[in-house]
């Protein structure tokens, strides 16, 4: 009896490890593929996940730089990020690859496949760089995106 009821126990830890790294950071949602990412790459698909979801108070708060939020205040990010969402009707990730490090930095490539409201859809690949910074990891946005 004592056998069976460990068994069961251990099972559902098991379960437990399995399932809890398999949700999303951003939206809490389970994702199979997820589990099986890089945490770079996870922060990847966190940030096009908030960008899907028009979340820049998100982006502001977990995948920027402190450095960078020195610079530009919440209200300001928000605002401008607004404006930038405003034309894109929907993101749809097709694949990230973790390509490794390069100069103290992991790197990142992204392809996706972008919606604007004009009803014209574009897909792009772009390289996207991180660093780990308390404990997470954040994009360098100087990097990746100007």
Not at 51 to 70: H, R
Not at 110 to 124: L, P
Request: proline fraction near 1%; include cysteine; aromatic fraction near 18%.
């Amino acid at each position: 009896m004592f056998k069976k009821k460990f068994y069961i126990l251990l099972f559902l830890l098991l379960i437990f490890i399995i399932i809890l790294p398999a949700c999303r950071s951003y939206d809490g949602k389970f994702d199979i593929a997820y589990f099986f990412k890089t945490e770079p790459e996870k922060a990847v698909f966190d940030f096009f996940q908030s960008l899907e979801n028009k979340d820049a108070d998100y982006i502001y708060t977990n995948l920027i730089l402190d450095k960078d939020k020195n610079s530009i205040s919440r209200e300001k990010y928000i605002s401008e990020f607004e404006i930038i969402l405003s034309d894109i009707e929907g993101i749809n990730i097709d694949r990230t690859v973790y390509l490794g490090y390069e100069n103290d930095m992991s790197k990142v490539v992204a392809e996706f496949e972008v919606s604007y409201t004009s009803g014209e859809i574009k897909q792009y690949k772009k390289y996207i760089y991180l660093v780990e910074e308390n404990g997470k990891w954040k994009i360098i946005f100087e990097k990746t995106f100007i």
